[in-house]
């Protein structure tokens, strides 16, 4: 069985700025799950909110809700509630409902934010990739030239993502 990967925010907008969600799809194929949380985020943005809503429909990509009274809705109170007497660092919803999916189904956490999410990668061994690992993935499976991914990577740039180098040849350099 194929591991699911959960996405948080920045992670699945990179790909939904740059029209380039084609790329998720054929790294992914349905195996795809966003949180309702990060679907709320995404949808502030009407035509993000159409690209996720066309992959939902396309049968590519799952929005779930977190279900209350579980394991799972306690634990993200505690990664995202300050009035809660958690001993977690605090970190956004988006991130938090993804890593809580991920742990809870032995998934694989997408996220670019690696600094927030770091510490509860290693606290629940969590399997994680972040943008630079799909498009890295995408020009080894000769899906984009080194080119071309240096062209997303700059509009992903533009677009505000938090990319770790200033272009993807670049990163690929530091390999």
């Not at 061994?125 to 990577?153: C, F, K, M, Y």
Request: net charge negative.
């Amino acid at each position: 069985m194929t591991k699911i990967v959960f996405f948080d925010t920045d992670c699945i907008s990179s790909f939904l700025w740059t029209q380039t969600q084609h790329l998720l799809i054929h790294c992914f194929g349905n195996d795809m799950i966003i949180p309702r949380q990060v679907y709320n985020e995404i949808s502030r943005v009407p035509h993000l909110r159409q690209r996720i809503d066309d992959m939902v429909t396309d049968g590519n990509l799952i929005i779930e809700d977190i279900q209350l009274n579980t394991d799972e809705n306690t634990l993200y109170l505690d990664l995202t509630d300050h009035t809660r007497a958690s001993s977690l660092p605090l970190i956004g919803r988006g991130e938090a409902a993804a890593i809580v999916l991920t742990k809870k189904n032995n998934g694989i956490l997408a996220s670019n934010n690696f600094r927030d999410v770091s510490h509860y990668v290693e606290l629940y061994g969590l399997n994680h990739i972040s943008t630079p690992d799909i498009i890295h993935r995408v020009v080894n499976e000769s899906v984009l030239t080194i080119a071309q991914a240096d062209v997303i990577w700059a509009q992903m740039i533009a677009k505000k993502r938090k990319l770790p180098f200033r272009t993807y040849s670049d990163y690929l350099n530091s390999l």
